[in-house]
């Protein structure tokens, strides 16, 4: 069993829909938490950073951490057609150790 | 935006030729990485560096070795490619707990 799940989808939702991705992971030691976001054959680039329990929000996104549940979620709204990529979960232990990541959801946002 | 950069960006090259993909960051981080992604596919680790002259293998075996002569350049080489090694090569480094990556490689191996 892999450390961190992630559903690979493809998740499809029409222009202006609320997307939620989520990911599992069973190593309770993790505390940090971030989505990378990766578009068709390029680098993933980090979108959202969040330490331990609790929310964070930038702009149409928002970072959900349960570490109870040992489950994260990104929030998309008002989705564009632009937000159409892989979503990425990763997380550490202590500051500066290895990244585990999940395998990404496809996400494609429909006009 | 990070300042990390891979050449080539799309390599086709035979069975049995070396190749090297190249990595090179600005930002003066010392922990640098290489990852290993199929389209559509996860990330595998299959090199990383904490710094000058420190190497390790990841949990991807790989026939590719890596060299860090110098904090910038984090150069990945194979010795003699073949048609399993077609993927993509991401390069990435890493100040505390954000990880950039770099563009990647596409490699195809005929």
């Known amino acids: 069993q892999k450390e961190v799940e992630q559903d690979p989808g493809p998740l499809s939702v029409p222009e202006g829909a609320i997307v939620s991705l989520n990911c599992t992971y069973s190593?309770?030691?993790?505390?940090?938490f971030m989505w990378y976001r990766q578009y068709s054959r390029k680098g993933p680039e980090l979108l959202m950073y969040t330490y331990s329990s609790g929310n964070k929000e930038d702009g149409r996104f928002t970072a959900q951490v349960d570490k109870s549940s040992k489950y994260i979620s990104l929030f998309i709204r008002d989705s564009q057609p632009s937000d159409s990529a892989t979503y990425l979960c990763?997380?550490?232990?202590?500051?500066?150790?290895?990244?585990?990541f999940g395998g990404g959801t496809r996400l494609m946002v429909k006009p | 935006e990070a300042d990390i950069y891979q050449t080539p960006r799309y390599l086709v090259i035979g069975t049995g030729k070396k190749i090297t993909l190249e990595c090179s960051q600005t930002?003066?981080?010392?922990?640098m990485y290489w990852y290993q992604q199929d389209p559509g596919m996860e990330l595998h680790l299959i090199h990383y560096s904490y710094g000058v002259n420190s190497t390790e293998k990841g949990d991807l075996s790989s026939e590719s070795t890596v060299s860090r002569i110098r904090t910038e350049h984090f150069p990945l080489t194979l010795e003699s490619a073949r048609p399993s090694h077609t993927s993509q090569y991401l390069c990435?480094?890493?100040?505390?707990?954000?990880?950039?990556f770099g563009p990647g490689t596409r490699l195809l191996v005929l």
């Open positions: 990763a997380m550490s232990g202590d500051a500066g150790n290895m990244l585990t």
């Open positions: 930002m003066g981080h010392d922990k």
């Open positions: 990435a480094s890493r100040r505390g707990e954000t990880q950039y």
């Open positions: 190593n309770s030691a993790f505390q940090y």
